[in-house]
């Protein structure tokens, strides 16, 4: 069975532009969490999707979005990059919101 | 607030010795515990998991962990550790019954297996 993937793998961004990553978790699935990863912060969560909906939220600004499919993939954009956005961005899916998770490789995110 | 406490940032051993990656997370609520591994420019593979039942977890490659709840504890465990265990280790807990969805990861432990 296919692991979770993530597109595109490395992105180089300007300051103000916005992103959009996406990410297609594994087969039959149907949870979806995104989280930021930096040498200062380390792993903090963006936001979790099951059905479609969102069903929690880290603290992060609104400049940080996502959305589910029907076909569980995800999507999660970063309006008017900052430079403190750079950072490795996990998405990580689960058969469903009581199981455990099983992470992608990954987005790595410059913004210059 | 929910948090997690990984005690080392680094913890040095030579190869084929035992080594212990220690874990406590603050709850009050039931919790899920789990163990991730990273390795460089990768994303992170999980190790082992508690959800319920015995404490003690068994898990990939060797490794192992229990759950303490009044210790408030969920170390990590290998008896004999090889040059490709070096690495950087994640605890992580998910808080409240029926929702692993967000997941709380202490700051992580670096591994490193000298020869």
């Known amino acids: 069975k296919a692991g979770v993937t993530q597109t595109p793998r490395y992105l180089i961004k300007t300051r103000g532009q916005q992103v959009t990553l996406s990410c297609s978790p594994i087969?039959?699935?149907?949870?979806v969490s995104w989280y930021q990863q930096t040498p200062g912060q380390g792993l903090q969560f963006l936001f979790e999707?099951?059905?479609?909906?969102?069903?929690n939220k880290g603290n992060f600004p609104g400049r940080f979005s996502g959305r589910q499919f029907s076909n569980s993939r995800s999507e999660m954009n970063v309006s008017t990059l900052e430079l403190g956005d750079s950072a490795l961005y996990l998405c990580?899916?689960?058969?469903?919101?009581?199981?455990?998770?099983?992470f992608g490789p990954g987005t790595r995110l410059t913004v210059t | 607030a929910q948090s997690v406490t990984q005690l080392d940032s680094q913890v040095p051993v030579f190869e084929e010795a035992p080594v212990e990656l220690r874990c406590n997370y603050s709850?009050?609520?039931?919790?899920?515990l789990f163990w991730y591994v990273q390795y460089p420019n990768q994303g992170l593979q999980l190790l082992l998991k508690?959800?319920?039942?015995?404490?003690l977890v068994k898990g990939i490659n060797g490794f192992e962990a229990e759950f303490n709840k009044s210790q408030t504890s969920f170390h990590l465990r290998k008896p004999s550790v090889h040059i490709s265990d070096t690495a950087e280790y994640f605890c992580?807990?998910?808080?409240?019954?029926?929702?692993?969805?967000?997941?709380?990861f202490g700051q992580g432990t670096t591994l490193q297996v000298k020869p």
């Open positions: 990580a899916s689960s058969r469903d919101r009581n199981y455990e998770q099983y």
């Open positions: 087969s039959g699935h149907r949870s």
């Open positions: 999707y099951f059905s479609e909906t969102q069903r």
């Open positions: 709850s009050s609520v039931s919790v899920y």
């Open positions: 508690y959800l319920s039942g015995s404490t």
């Open positions: 992580a807990v998910s808080v409240g019954s029926g929702n692993t969805g967000k997941l709380i």
